[in-house]
């Protein structure tokens, strides 16, 4: 098991963009970000392929701004158990909505199209009331 590079205290649930160390909390990133080398960034003209890197994770994608802003897995789970979620996705229309959204280029412009589409609008508001609720 990995510890925070930064308080060598806890277990890291979070990846440095710049350097791509890895660190717990909000605390140990601001406290990173102040000594934060950057790794050197590779020309396109020259493509590597490391096959020891740790497979990417959504941490790995969060900004600063991202953290305050993440679900916990138990929530995310409840999703999972919602009738009324299941009976909208058994919308053939839905599901071909999700799946271009997945498929897009641009995720943004493909959520913008989405969010026009008034079955998309319940699903998406029937997501965030089981989340923020933490029930149906």
Not at 13 to 28: D, M
Not at 94 to 108: F, H, N, V
């Amino acid at each position: 098991m990995n510890i925070c590079n930064v308080c060598s205290e806890q277990t890291p649930k979070y990846r440095c963009p710049a350097c791509k160390i890895r660190y717990c909390s909000l605390v140990c990133y601001k406290k990173h970000k102040e000594v934060c080398v950057p790794s050197e960034q590779q020309s396109p003209s020259e493509p590597t392929v490391d096959l020891n890197t740790d497979p990417w994770t959504v941490e790995d994608l969060l900004d600063e701004d991202d953290v305050t802003d993440k679900v916990p897995l138990q929530r995310l789970q409840l999703l999972g158990q919602s009738k009324e979620l299941r009976d909208l996705l058994c919308n053939p229309h839905l599901r071909q909505l999700l799946e271009s959204i997945d498929s897009a280029d641009s995720k943004y412009d493909a959520m913008k199209v989405a969010m026009q589409e008034p079955l998309f609008t319940e699903f998406s508001d029937q997501c965030l009331k089981i989340v923020e609720n933490g029930k149906e």
